[in-house]
């Protein structure tokens, strides 16, 4: 639906910067130059307050799996806040899109998982798994496990728990993270740490998966409680794991008994290929965390699904778990994630990523892995990375303070491309509707913003 300029782009940044605090922003900053005002988007295309189209490469942030405009969606929830605009599942209550989501949650997800704890977003997922495997362990009679391993450079959010489990450290250098019993291991990016040391990515992989296992022999086997990781890294930068990478933390996981946790707030829902970015890397997880995709972004909706090692204990030793939030199992958020899900299913997106876009995009990034700015391109279905390097022959990076990335990113706006850059990694995580002839019309644009961000640099 076209939207109506009720204001002018002026009008609407000057208010913006008059009341709004972004998330992750330099307030200031962005005052001076203004915020871009998206007014509406369909398909894949997004537009501005300006008139421009712009493709979008970022699915929103990672979430608008099945597109913009979809009618289905927008049925859903109109019918559901008619009819139930809001009642919450607390005190031996609930609604019936809650319970239905629920069900076809436990068809979609991989095989052992029956129950699902809702939450508002990724983060309060996250949150709740913080709870809960430290919950388990107490119930299991093993109340020292309580500390939970994660990833430097990984993402899982930026409530309190969410950013400690994280590993952006300029997160944890405000506010005094991370929170107690969190601790972290380097990340399997092959470019950073196993290229430097002469390994293949195969070696690399298992010298990665075993920074693990250090760590659970440092903090004490008794100690630890869980490891949690995205199955591809998302907000790191697209960093696809060489594949001996999962079977090794699988099976140290196994060994120790520890609690494996896959956050799949990006990989989930068709992103990687499969249902599930569990089951592109071949792991089992015992807790899945979700967000994003489940609502294609529509409105918002997280959770956790809670395989049967732990749901078993939960339930029947439990007693009354203590945690919850207002909009657990929100109607309307359900609703549309409901149709959502069998929007996915009818499209056969799932399908569409594993043989169509995934091995197209594939291909396309591998010629794009040709061009002079790139050192390497990787995609894992619908996800993909560019990293931007001075010298392809070395693989020596730009000096830091030209932001290589920033100045792509510049270009990407300019030509009608919403592409993000993660330090120098240039990154798609496109619509999963994406047709092949879209693949042609975003690698064109991703081409021609190399070629002006290499004639900026030469
Ligand atoms: N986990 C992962 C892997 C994410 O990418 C994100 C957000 O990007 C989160 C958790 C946090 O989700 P939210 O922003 O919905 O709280």
Redesign the pocket.
Known sequence: MEYVMTRTTAEWQAADAAHFLHPFTDFQALAKKGSRIITSAENIYLRDSEGHRILDAMSG??CVNVGYGRQELIDAATRQLRELPFYNSFFQTTTPPAVELAELLAEVMPPGFQHVFYA???????DTVVRMVRRYWDLQGQPERQVIISRWN??????MA?ASL?GMKYMHAQGGLPIPGITHIEQPYWWLHGRPAGLCRAEFGKVAAGWLEQKILEVGPEKVAAFIA?PI???GGVIVPPETYWPEIQRICDQYGVLLVS?????GFGRTGHWFGCQTVGSRPDLI?F??GVTSGYI?L?GVMVGERVAKVLIEQGGEFEHGYTYSGHPVACAVALANIRLIRELKLVEHVHDELGPYLAEQFAQLGEHPLVGEAQTCGAMGALLLVKDRASGEAFPGELEIGMLCRGHCFGNGLIMRAVGDRMIIAPPLVMTLAQVDEMVALIRRCLDLTLADVR
């Open positions: 942030l990672w508002g977003s990724g983060s309060e997922g996250n990984g993402y899982h959010g930026s409530t969410g994280g995205e890294q998302g907000a956050d799949e707030v990006i990989c965390t967000a994003k918002p997280g």
